[in-house]
């Protein structure tokens, strides 16, 4: 079972810019400073942001936060955009990072989701599901693009209702 962390101060901050009743959605803010942490909880800090900027209404900067800045979801621009417009209401909870393994020169952690909200007809959804992030270590000639933690996957971990 996936454990969830409660909020911290800077979480709670970027729900504050991401909130509907903060400001309307052009106007909506949050921050896109690179996440500095090589650690497990720089990965968590990355899929935090990157909900948080759908949750913002703003596809393009969260797509960025994909491997290859944003080839990686295996959408254009446009394709990512409109999978997301389908969404009236979107939240995520995200939980503790699991611990980093790595491979090749590169650090990979695991990160748990939960995602819930409303489609644009009115229907609910819900379902679990878990980020993959990748960074290359710091080896020689790794550009600090390489270095930042990416998402490489997002998978779904829901378990069919029987």
């Not at 980093?100 to 650090?107: D, L, P, V, Y």
């Not at 409303?118 to 790794?142: H, Q």
Request: proline content about 7%.
């Amino acid at each position: 079972m996936a454990r969830f962390l409660p909020a911290t101060a800077a979480l709670l901050a970027l729900a504050a810019a991401c909130t509907p009743a903060a400001e309307p959605a052009a106007r909506r803010t949050v921050p896109e400073t690179p996440v500095t942490d090589t650690g497990a909880e720089g990965a968590a800090a990355v899929v935090r942001a990157y909900f948080g900027l759908i949750e913002a209404g703003r596809p393009a900067a969260a797509r960025r936060l994909w491997s290859g800045g944003g080839d990686g979801s295996g959408k254009t621009e446009a394709d990512f955009a409109a999978d997301l417009a389908r969404y009236a209401a979107y939240r995520a909870e995200v939980g503790a990072p699991g611990a980093m393994e790595g491979a090749a020169g590169s650090s990979y952690v695991e990160v748990p989701v939960r995602l819930h909200g409303r489609l644009k007809d009115g229907s609910p959804f819900s379902r679990d599901a878990v980020a993959t992030l990748r960074r290359v270590n710091d080896v020689p000639g790794a550009t600090a693009e390489q270095r930042r933690w990416h998402i490489t996957d997002i998978a779904d971990r829901s378990t069919p209702e029987g």
